[in-house]
């Protein structure tokens, strides 16, 4: 299993980005994928989940700004983000579970200036 993230990169507050989190080894739809994101000197924290039904959840101080979605055909998932603020600025990173087992990827970074 290998989860790699693209599609950070900085931009102006009130900006846009789409993350894509491009999965690998497994069948990415039959399983939960998790976006978290770490701000220098914080902790990691939950962003949004997208479960395998498609169901979607998000934190709070994302909600209305943020969207996960996947594309089954490309064993993607991806974060659509827009409005964004200084304050979403982070490494962000997505995380799925298979048999029992933790997968991260290596982070792709956003700044919001």
């Known amino acids: 299993v290998q989860l790699v993230e693209s599609g950070g990169g900085s931009v102006q507050a009130g900006g846009s980005l789409r993350l894509s989190c491009a999965a690998s080894?497994?069948?990415?739809?039959?399983?939960?994928m998790t976006w978290y994101r770490q701000a220098p000197g914080k902790e990691r924290e939950f962003v949004s989940r997208?479960?395998?039904?498609?169901?979607?959840t998000y934190t709070d101080s994302v909600k209305g700004r943020f969207t996960n979605s996947r594309d089954n055909a490309k064993n993607t998932v991806y974060l659509q983000m827009n409005s964004l603020e200084p304050e979403d600025t982070a490494m962000y990173y997505c995380?799925?579970?298979?048999?029992?087992?933790?997968?991260w990827g290596q982070g792709t970074q956003v700044t919001v200036s």
């Open positions: 995380k799925t579970v298979w048999h029992g087992r933790d997968f």
């Open positions: 997208i479960v395998s039904g498609s169901s979607t």
């Open positions: 080894g497994y069948t990415a739809c039959n399983y939960d």
